[in-house]
Nanobody
Framework: QVQLVESGGGLVQAGGSLRLSCTAS????????MGWYRQAPGKQRDVVAA???????NYADSVKGRFTISRDNAKNTVNLQMNSLKPEDTAVYHC???????????WGQGTQVTVSS
């Protein structure tokens, strides 16, 4: 079965950096889009960044210029480099992968990112 496992979350002071990673396993099908969402307490889940298999990227306006998404197709891994972190970036970050011809979405369990002021 498909599994996505995230790593790299933690506690950091405002202005600091964190790098999140997510690896998909349990599939031989093509992974098209991969990306990250985040959900803060009491708020809806919002997209942070996404990347296609060809490397095209999209970012939420709130993170443009601070976050960088990348992927390693050979390793089924997607990364999120987060710089200049702000307290409002505090959330649980979930990675996702769209897999197979039907582009079914699979989700990781999430990793907590906390930015202190």
């Amino acid at each position: 079965q498909v599994q996505l496992v995230e790593s790299g979350g933690g506690l950091v002071q405002a202005g600091g950096s964190l790098r999140l990673s997510c690896t998909a396993s349990g599939t031989t099908f093509t992974i098209s889009a991969m990306g990250w969402y985040r959900q803060a307490p009491g708020k809806q889940r919002d997209v942070v960044a996404a990347i296609s298999s060809g490397g095209s990227t999209n970012y939420a306006d709130s993170v443009k210029g601070r976050f960088t998404i990348s992927r390693d197709n050979a390793k089924n891994t997607v990364n999120l480099q987060m710089n200049s972190l702000k307290p409002e970036d505090t959330a649980v970050y979930h990675c996702y992968a769209s897999i197979g011809i039907a582009k079914r979405d699979y989700w990781g369990q999430g990793t907590q990112v906390t930015v202190s002021s």
